[in-house]
């Protein structure tokens, strides 16, 4: 009997999949199969103070306009992705910011951009920053 390759035929796919077995496992950012990448959000341990925690915040507003900008395509509801952005900035621009509105715009956000892992990586900074800096 002779090979696929030998006759012209292509070889079969191959499994990239990902078997854990047994005990307890921490696994961190991982990418499997053809192409597959995996992202990670810087990770910080320093408490910031509220000045640091704005800028951050501002920051990270920025980056995600830009991505939102640049994955536009990829988003299932880009108007109402951008919509709830906007709700948050302006939330947050005001002299009291409310937890409720604050978590509900940030809940949002992070279920729009769910398809787009640059945009997913870069919301949930936002999200920690964000309730780290008020408690939300």
């Known amino acids: 009997m002779s090979s696929s390759s030998e006759v012209g035929r292509p070889d079969p796919p191959v499994n990239n999949g990902l078997v854990i077995n047994g005990g307890t496992q921490y696994v961190g950012n991982q990418a499997i199969g053809h192409r597959a990448q995996a992202f990670s959000g810087s990770v910080g ?28 395509a990829a988003l299932a509801d880009p108007e109402a992705t ?8 302006e939330e947050l621009d005001e002299e009291e910011p409310q937890p409720t509105v604050l978590r509900r715009a940030l ?8 398809p787009v892992t640059p945009l997913v990586v870069a919301v949930g900074e936002l999200a920690q920053t964000v309730r780290g800096a008020l408690g939300v």
């Open 45 to 72: 341990f320093q408490p910031q103070d509220a000045e640091q925690a704005a800028a951050r915040t501002a920051e990270l507003l920025v980056l995600v306009e830009q991505l939102l900008s640049e994955h536009r």
């Open 82 to 89: 951008t919509r709830e952005l906007r709700r948050l900035r």
């Open 107 to 114: 809940d949002r956000l992070t279920e729009f951009v769910q």
